[in-house]
């Protein structure tokens, strides 16, 4: 139990894994070195935007993002929106996705990966709103859902126009506040240096699942509208 320590693992933890034994125990500890792995992932891309803010050199951060743009078609999206601060975000994110992804199921299914949309900052100190938005793929049905079920759940269906995104592909520890910020500077600069327009507010994408990815693996794309 001596080696234990040496992870960092804390008291409590080392008495659990003590007295599991065999197979659970090892899982315990699969588990505790998960989020350990994860904390640090995310520790290193914090010090890495740090870093460049400290020193002034955004653009070096940034230039480790590769910029591309995608054209999207027109969605029929299931939307939930809410002010929100940045410490609220995550789970507030996952909480309404999900619920979104539940009610899609009576719409004819989820057709593409779910999105966030930022109509105004959020911040320590700005709270949006943000929009959670999931596309299902049939309308007559999401709208007979909205009105029977959804506006209990403040959920409204809308028509998110075909457009063309500019985006950054970014790893599960980097969607972490503040460091995500450095991506969305990354994709703004891009769009600067194109001669391109900003047509509507950025977004997240989430195209992968979010629990079973590991920290280093990629799942969330920020992204602008651009013409």
Not at 16 to 29: F, K, N, P, Q
Not at 40 to 69: C, I, M, P, W
Not at 125 to 152: I, Q
Not at 220 to 225: I, K, L, Q, Y
């Amino acid at each position: 139990m001596a080696l234990l320590r040496r992870l960092d693992m804390p008291l409590a933890r080392i008495a659990e894994v003590a007295h599991a034994g065999g197979d659970r125990a090892a899982g315990l500890l699969d588990a505790y070195w998960a989020d350990v792995e994860a904390r640090v992932a995310g520790q290193r891309t914090l010090a890495e935007y740090l870093r460049g803010r400290l020193t002034g050199r955004d653009s070096d951060v940034y230039g480790k993002f590769a910029v591309e743009t995608v054209d999207v078609p027109e969605q029929v999206v299931l939307s939930e929106s809410r002010h929100v601060l940045a410490d609220e975000l995550p789970t507030w994110i996952a909480a309404s996705l999900g619920r979104l992804e539940e009610a899609a199921r009576d719409c004819g299914g989820v057709a593409a990966a779910s999105f966030v949309v930022y109509h105004a900052d959020v911040s320590a100190e700005s709270d949006g709103p943000a929009e959670s938005c999931v596309p299902v793929a049939d309308e007559a049905a999401a709208r007979a859902w909205s009105e029977e079920r959804g506006r209990t759940r403040r959920t409204r269906v809308r028509v998110e126009p075909a457009g063309r995104l500019a985006y950054t592909r970014i790893t599960k520890a980097q969607v972490a506040f503040p460091q995500i910020l450095a991506a969305f500077g990354a994709v703004e600069e891009w769009i600067a240096a194109q001669g391109l327009t900003v047509t509507g507010p950025c977004r997240e994408v989430y195209f992968a699942d979010w629990e079973a990815a590991g920290p280093e693996d990629p799942v969330c794309d920020v992204a602008f509208p651009v013409r």
